[in-house]
């Protein structure tokens, strides 16, 4: 295999592994998909805390997680060029179980051991209130 660039002969395994069989393909998007939330958690920033000043709490975490997920997949597939043209179907299909809310939060019953946890001031309360 003739190479165009000066790669230690050692590493040419990797760039097999990646021309021939894909195996990064989807790297950025897995990438770009965990640093969003990531920098969300470091930086304070929440849709939660924007849902609940908005509507009375309890739904708002779960439309919240939902939909932060959705923008996170979307931003990741629009800056994977394996995924770029699939962003939309993304975003789609993201979007589609939120249908299901309404149904679940009337007819499932949650755990008793269910923990919704939304922002850091939140945990402290429930820390603070609970475990005494």
Known sequence: MEHAHELPEFLHFLEELIEEYGILRGFVFGFVHTLIPLIGFYSGWSINRFLKLVSNGAIAGIIGIVLA???????????????????????????????????????VTKSQYHNVVGDHEDLKKDLKSKHK
Do not use: Q, R, T
């Open 69 to 107: 997920h959705i923008i996170a997949d979307f931003i990741a597939a629009l800056l994977d060029p394996n995924l770029k043209s699939a962003a939309f179907g993304i975003v789609l299909g993201g979007f589609l179980p939120l249908l299901a809310v309404p149904f679940l939060e009337k007819y």
